[in-house]
């Protein structure tokens, strides 16, 4: 049973050699983290207002290129299926689907299959400002993920989600349970997102050497990643991307806490 994983703004790679961390670079220094929750509801407005005020001007997004050209190309014909699927399934049980839409399991499919708010709301400022905006995620990685939409989607499996109990916690507690992790609790394997931990370590490690190949490249000097909260953690048994970059807690922002106050 799976429940989870458009803008003209161009989309760039980090350069030759970002398979390979520098561990001597000091490229990350001044660079923010900005953790997120994906289905935070004011998620787009909360991320456009930190970019302006921190007056960012290079952004590294938790997305890789084929995952946002997948969703460029197939999401409306995915949701289109979604939909269909759900109104297949209302007649099955004779309900309405509106009863199934505000499932929170299921809706949240419907969510994933979009583009995050985190890419359009840093695309909108990118295009606006003149930055630059990097997809710094591994397609590879993508790619098995997005393999198993088709199930996800399935009716199928949109029934199985129907039966379980539509439970998911508030958006604050989610960030609230964040800011716990990110303050230095231990985050132990067994809180993993999913997934084999090698597949999730080599991820890391991709996403880092991008990282740190862009800013080498371009040297900006208020760079900031946005992308889920998990990868701002430490002291589990994978080396996540804050571990990887050498970024301390002062550098570690969640975005419910950033308010309007300039940051630095």
Same mark, same amino acid.
């Given at each position: 049973?799976?429940?989870?994983?458009?803008?003209?703004?161009?989309?760039?790679?980090?350069?030759?050699?970002?398979?390979?961390?520098?561990?001597?670079?000091?490229?990350?220094?001044?660079?923010?983290?900005?953790?997120?929750?994906?289905?935070?509801?004011?998620?787009?407005?909360?991320?456009?207002?930190?970019?302006?005020?921190?007056?960012?001007?290079?952004?590294?997004?938790?997305?890789?290129?084929?995952?946002?050209?997948?969703?460029?190309e197939r999401s409306?014909e995915l949701r289109?299926?979604?939909?269909?699927?759900?109104?297949?399934?209302?007649?099955? =049980?004779?309900?309405?689907? @509106?009863?199934?839409?505000?499932? &929170? !399991? /299921?809706? %949240?499919?419907?969510?994933?299959?979009?583009?995050?708010?985190?890419?359009?709301?840093?695309?909108?400022?990118?295009?606006?400002?003149?930055?630059?905006?990097?997809?710094?995620?591994?397609?590879?990685?993508?790619?098995?993920?997005?393999?198993?939409?088709?199930?996800?989607?399935?009716?199928?499996?949109?029934?199985?989600?129907?039966?379980?109990?539509?439970?998911?916690?508030?958006?604050?507690?989610?960030?609230?349970?964040?800011?716990?992790?990110?303050?230095?609790?231990?985050?132990?394997?067994?809180?993993?997102?999913?997934?084999?931990? =090698?597949?999730?370590?080599? @991820?890391?490690?991709?996403?880092? &050497? !991008? /990282?740190? %190949?862009?800013?080498?490249?371009?040297?900006?000097?208020?760079?900031?990643?946005?992308?889920?909260?998990?990868?701002?953690?430490?002291?589990?048994?994978?080396?996540?991307?804050?571990?990887?970059?050498?970024?301390?807690?002062?550098?570690?922002?969640?975005?419910?806490?950033?308010?309007?106050?300039?940051?630095?």
């Open positions: 049973m799976k429940s989870n994983p458009s803008t003209d703004n161009p989309i760039h790679l980090a350069g030759p050699g970002a398979d390979l961390l520098s561990s001597n670079s000091n490229a990350s220094a001044g660079l923010i983290l900005l953790g997120t929750v994906h289905s935070d509801p004011r998620g787009f407005a909360r991320t456009r207002a930190f970019l302006e005020n921190h007056r960012s001007d290079l952004i590294l997004i938790e997305i890789s290129p084929f995952a946002l050209q997948f969703r460029k409306s289109k299926l979604f939909i269909r699927n759900v109104r297949t399934l209302c007649k099955k =049980l004779a309900i309405e689907p @509106r009863a199934i839409r505000k499932h &929170a !399991q /299921i809706a %949240s499919i419907f969510r994933q299959i979009g583009i995050p708010f985190e890419y359009r709301a840093a695309a909108s400022y990118a295009k606006r400002e003149g930055v630059d905006l990097i997809a710094v995620d591994d397609s590879g990685f993508s790619r098995q993920w997005i393999a198993t939409w088709p199930e996800m989607i399935a009716a199928e499996n949109i029934e199985q989600l129907f039966k379980l109990e539509s439970s998911v916690p508030p958006v604050a507690s989610l960030y609230a349970r964040a800011a716990t992790k990110i303050g230095g609790v231990q985050f132990y394997p067994g809180t993993l997102p999913g997934g084999d931990a =090698l597949i999730w370590q080599r @991820r890391e490690k991709y996403m880092a &050497a !991008q /990282i740190t %190949s862009a800013l080498e490249r371009l040297k900006p000097a208020r760079p900031v990643y946005i992308g889920g909260w998990w990868h701002l953690t430490s002291g589990g048994s994978i080396r996540t991307l804050r571990e990887l970059l050498g970024i301390g807690n002062d550098s570690c922002l969640l975005l419910d806490r950033t308010g309007t106050a300039r940051t630095r």
